[in-house]
Nanobody, 124 residues
Framework: QLQLVESGGGLVQPGGSLRLSCAASGFSLDDYAITWFRQAPGQERKEISCITNIGSTNYADPVKGRFTISRDSAKNTVSLQMNLLKLEDTAVYYC??????????????????WGQGTQVTVSS
């Protein structure tokens, strides 16, 4: 069964850190573009960071300089290191994957696989 599973969410104080992981089962992430999205209550799901099939990384303005996306081929995971967390980072975080037909520098527009999400709550 091909699936993505997110982990690492939780409750953290403002200024704290969390590391989210997106693990694939049933397929290798090596040739895939992986994107992290988040959805806060009452808001639309938003793209926040991606790592493409050629290793290019992209970040949305609200997380630039605070979040870092990385790929671990040995573990078949993509992680999102989140530092200096803010109250407005509270959301359900999802990862999604697609295998592009050509090398990409930008985040994809469509995805084949989605995870179930992991809750991140930033609160004092």
């Amino acid at each position: 069964q091909l699936q993505l599973v997110e982990s690492g969410g939780g409750l953290v104080q403002p200024g704290g850190s969390l590391r989210l992981s997106c693990a694939a089962s049933g397929f290798s992430l090596d040739d895939y573009a992986i994107t992290w999205f988040r959805q806060a209550p009452g808001q639309e799901r938003k793209e926040i960071s991606c790592i493409t099939n050629i290793g290019s990384t992209n970040y949305a303005d609200p997380v630039k300089g605070r979040f870092t996306i990385s790929r671990d081929s040995a573990k078949n995971t993509v992680s999102l290191q989140m530092n200096l967390l803010k109250l407005e980072d509270t959301a359900v975080y999802y990862c999604a994957a697609v295998k592009p037909s050509w090398p990409r520098h930008s985040c994809p527009l469509e995805y084949d696989y989605w995870g179930q999400g992991t809750q991140v709550t930033v609160s004092s």
